[in-house]
């Protein structure tokens, strides 16, 4: 089922006024719901996991010195960053339109309320503003790709 069909799928149970579908197929599970008004959906896609042939484990010799040193300074430089996360599913657009210029880049100075990126989620394009003043430091998402709830787009420096 690709995202067409599940959108018009979404558009017939919004407009036939049912408060919830369940629809099951081989390897995809999908159930809708709407509220009373038929304003608000919320949509659950369960994909089953496909059939793993069984491996032997593969062990790998890591020397333990070196693991803990080469993960440590990156988690030790990153933690003085704000992390800015996505409140909502959707496409993250770097840009206001294809035409604009983009909202901010690495290096830009921010101030708190200053809009970072643009969300769309069901056709509606969400302003994401920051919480905070600084610096953006890192971009952590490609324009015009798929984000998930709590993913970190953006990295900013508070200083």
């Known amino acids: 089922m690709d995202l067409k069909e599940i959108q ?3 558009k017939f149970v919004a407009n036939s006024g049912v408060a919830e579908v369940k629809l099951e197929m081989d390897d995809v599970k999908i159930t809708i719901r ?9 949509v659950t896609y369960l994909q ?10 593969v062990q790998q010799i890591v020397p333990a010195a070196t693991a803990p040193v080469a993960a440590a300074p990156a ?7 704000v992390t800015i996360k996505s409140p909502i599913i959707g496409t993250f657009y770097r840009k206001p339109s294809p035409d604009k210029a983009m909202f901010v880049e ?5 101030g708190k309320g200053d809009v970072l ?36 787009l953006f990295l900013v420096d508070p200083s």
Request: glycine residues 4%; aromatic residues 4%; charged residues 25%.
């Open 8 to 10: 018009n799928l979404i």
């Open 34 to 42: 709407t509220t009373l008004e038929g304003n608000a959906h919320e």
């Open 48 to 57: 089953a996991p496909q059939n793993v042939l069984q491996q032997a484990p």
């Open 75 to 81: 988690a030790d430089d990153n933690a003085k960053y």
């Open 106 to 110: 690495v290096g830009s100075t921010i």
């Open 117 to 152: 990126c643009v969300i769309e989620a069901m056709k509606l394009f969400n302003e994401i503003e920051s919480e905070v003043s600084g610096k953006i430091v890192k971009v952590l998402v490609d324009d015009m790709s798929p984000v998930e709830f709590d993913q970190p």
